[in-house]
């Protein structure tokens, strides 16, 4: 089990900034990849960004590209998830989720563990 609690999320005006926060107690952090999911009222829930398990490398779904960027810090067992230029569409409960490492980051279907979500409200 990978236990994840998500904080940061709020009501930000469109063009705002929010920085989301994903903690990860206990000291197999590393051995996981890191994604951001996100959910809005009836929708599917979607893939938003994803970190691998070495921080080297980064996947984004392409309507966030360049306004959200993914990090993570192994020796604080977080991930963070810093979004710019925020518009109404990214409105949604924003969770964090967790892949082991002994699969490929981009592979969404492997992401098993789920944080409870945070609320993200965009207003226009």
């Known amino acids: 089990q990978v236990p994840l609690v998500e904080s940061g999320g709020g009501t930000v005006q469109a063009g705002g900034s929010l920085r989301l926060s994903c903690a990860a107690p206990?000291?197999?952090?590393?051995?996981?990849?890191m994604g951001w999911f996100r959910q809005s009222v009836g929708k599917e829930r979607e893939f938003v960004t994803a970190?691998?398990?070495?921080?080297?490398?980064?996947s984004y779904t392409n309507s966030v590209k360049g306004r959200f960027t993914i990090s993570r810090d192994n020796t604080e067992n977080t991930v963070y998830l810093q979004m710019d230029s925020l518009k109404p569409e990214d409105t949604a409960v924003y969770y964090c989720a967790a892949a082991h490492r002994t699969y490929v980051y981009t592979d969404r279907s492997k992401y098993t563990y789920w944080g409870q979500g945070t609320q993200v409200t965009v207003s226009s």
């Open positions: 206990g000291r197999t952090f590393s051995n996981y990849h």
């Open positions: 970190v691998k398990w070495s921080g080297d490398s980064t």
